[in-house]
């Protein structure tokens, strides 16, 4: 398994910005899936978004238009650029990885959104 470690949460105005990093231990370009999950309190986990290692991209409704999930195969790290963000953004936000399916995940991190 891929270990991952994400970086770039914390607090901010509703309308605000956050880019958050999710930095891999081996390299990403031989990953076919990696993705930004989040779980707000007394939520499930729920999908965000997601990064194919042929380009493709897929968002949940809701950011659809606000985030956007990219990758630096030289970095080996992907990342969430969240724009507009609203307060009901508010979670911790967790990277995953996996080649067929998603059996490596960071820690997460912690977004705050206030209004």
């Known amino acids: 398994q891929v270990q991952l470690v994400e970086s770039g949460g914390g607090l901010v105005q509703g309308g605000g910005s956050l880019r958050l990093s999710c930095v891999a231990s081996?390299?990403?370009?031989?990953?076919?899936?990696m993705a930004w999950y989040r779980q707000a309190p007394g939520k499930e986990r729920e999908f965000v978004a997601l990064?194919?290692?042929?380009?493709?991209?897929r968002y949940v409704d809701s950011a659809e238009g606000r985030f956007t999930i990219s990758r630096d195969n030289v970095k080996n790290t992907v990342y969430l650029q969240m724009n507009s963000l609203k307060p009901e953004d508010t979670a911790v936000y967790y990277c995953?990885?996996?080649?067929?399916?998603?059996?490596?995940w960071g820690q997460g991190t912690q977004v705050t959104v206030s209004s």
């Open positions: 081996e390299s990403i370009s031989s990953i076919n899936f």
């Open positions: 995953a990885a996996g080649r067929s399916s998603f059996d490596s």
């Open positions: 990064s194919t290692n042929d380009g493709r991209t």
